[in-house]
């Protein structure tokens, strides 16, 4: 492997356009995230075309600022990463053409990376962590528990069902009024609430299963907000936050043990925008005990960002991984 290898990374698979420069996949020089959250707040969740259009807007002069932080010049670039999926579609094809134009222009390999495989990858990025551990990915989008046995080398243990849990804290916190995103805002009113309050249901599996599935739960909040609406009950926000957390915790924590334990893992990591979660961080950690090792990303590197896909390009890369021109966006793309 070269030394000074820069990997400049891109993503732009929902609402933030974010381009980063990476040295030798681990160590970030810039990692510039500009957020659509402002532009989407008023309808209360992403809007697919908004996305797209923003994403073009933004794109050259987020990746111009990050060259510039990293204090390179586009020449010093060894390899182009880009998200090609999953993800909204019309986002990622922005990120994905910018990536093929830029690897062109410079005369430099093009490789696509699995959101997911970033998100994990985020763990890696200002550290010396390694495989082999099990990771929890928890965003908007996913909630995937993954045995990592290696760089590349995957076993997908449990998925949801239905909801991601990133999605369940987004619609309850609009249900509660409290706005978009709604993770960030349950974890902070939460902390003011009695999760006891209320015995919100978690849905549980075959032993063996380590399915997730949130959509009972969230119905559940929904109808229990019906019902002290229309018997003119009181709602406390902070008890209906802080309960419903719990609830999504306790069955993300629970079956992330039972993984790590049919694994005979040492360390657990988690991934994702669900991943700066304070509720989930604490209880994983005191539930581990000596048990596991806990490991997670900082805040700003579990939510979305184009340096873990600049660190989860160069692993690709250097495993052989490359992609042509005909690199294209999916909305769907499994990693295992
Ligand atoms: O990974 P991410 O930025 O995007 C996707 O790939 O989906 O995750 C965004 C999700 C949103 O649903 C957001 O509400 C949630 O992560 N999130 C949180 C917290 N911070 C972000 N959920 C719970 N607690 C948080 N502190
Ligand atoms: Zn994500």
Redesign the pocket.
Known sequence: MKENFITLGIET????TSVSVVKDGRKILSNTIFSQIKQHQKFGGVVPEIASRQHLEAITHVAQKSVEDAGIDFDDVDLVAVTHGP?LVGALLVGVSYAKGLAYALEKPLVGVN??EG?IFANFLESDFVPPFLCLV?????SHLIYVNDYGDYELMGRTVDD???????KI?RALGLG?????????TARLGDESAISFPVAHFKEDNLSFSFSGLKSAVLNYLNHQKQKGLPIIVEDVAASF?KA?VDALVENTLKAARAKNVKTIAL??????????RDELTNRAGGEFRIQFPP?IL????AAMIACAGYYRFFRGIKHDFTLNAHASLNLV
């Open positions: 698979s929902c609402d933030e993800g959101h997911i998100h928890v965003s908007g989008g996913h991601a849990a990133g999605e369940a804290f987004d916190a978009y995103p709604g993770g960030p805002l349950i974890d902070k957390q999504v991934a994702g925008g669900v991943a700066a979660n304070s509720r989930l805040m579990c939510t979305d960002n």
